[in-house]
């Protein structure tokens, strides 16, 4: 194991889980025993008499505050028209317990972390005040790994679209002037398709056709599908000739 080889995994199959879960969240550690770290819960540090210390509540506690920055530096710097309290409310509804539960199922983390037999009888491995704590603890493994950009570019692949699409101008919502348009003839209807998706799951690309009746008026690709519906949207009006100049 790469500047872990001492670990207690009580497991032969542990580097091949680690390395599996590298592929998912597309990050290769230098050390892999900091992941290893960030995945032990305290009940599996416990009950392999590793010590309390070796389980991922260190991590976790670090995790929380490389996150936070990360966060809050890229809602200042890229939301100049929001004040400082809607700049709170946002990065809270970004960090707090419900969100990163949602982002750990991502990267379907309940699969790997290392839990005791009391908590997997009791199904910890789905309780989100534990998964969104590993989340945590998992920040903070990249970033003692690879320092804060390795640390921010995790992160920012579970942002919102409206968060990590910073160059889109907020004007440009192609497909409502697209839904004004073909509401001028209320016989018309537009539907939106997904025609394909590829790459791994950290790193999703879909693409979209957007329908009139029957007919393709304009396809486009994102890294989500609401990036997608614009950008096919945005190539349907310019087929309609209302591009911008």
Do not use: W
């Amino acid at each position: 194991m790469r500047e872990g080889k001492n670990m207690k995994s009580g497991s032969e199959n542990i580097e091949s889980r680690l390395c599996e879960f590298e592929e998912i969240i597309g990050y290769k550690f230098k050390n892999q025993k900091l992941l290893y770290e960030a995945l032990t819960h305290s009940s599996y540090a416990n009950e392999i008499n590793i010590g309390h210390n070796k389980s991922n509540e260190r991590l976790e506690f670090l995790g929380d505050s490389v996150l936070s920055i990360v966060v809050s530096d890229h809602l200042y710097r890229h939301f100049k028209h929001l004040p400082e309290g809607e700049l709170t409310r946002v990065r809270a509804s970004l960090v707090c317990e419900k969100a990163l539960f949602e982002f750990s199922n991502q990267i379907r983390l309940s699969e790997f972390i290392l839990l005791g037999k009391g908590e997997k009888v009791s199904h910890g491995n789905k309780r989100p005040s534990i998964l969104s704590d590993a989340f945590e603890a998992l920040i903070a493994a990249i970033y003692l790994d690879g320092g804060l950009k390795a640390a921010k570019k995790h992160i920012m692949k579970f942002m919102p679209d409206y968060i990590i699409d910073e160059k889109k101008d907020s004007n440009d919502d192609y497909k409502s002037v697209l839904q004004e348009i073909i509401q001028r003839n209320p016989e018309e209807s537009v539907e939106y398709r997904l025609v394909g998706e590829s790459g791994p799951a950290h790193d999703k690309n879909f693409t979209v056709r957007v329908m009139l009746n029957s007919n393709v008026i304009g396809e486009g690709t994102g890294k989500s599908k609401k990036i997608a519906e614009q950008t096919a949207a945005k190539e349907a009006l310019e087929l309609m000739g209302y591009g911008k100049k």
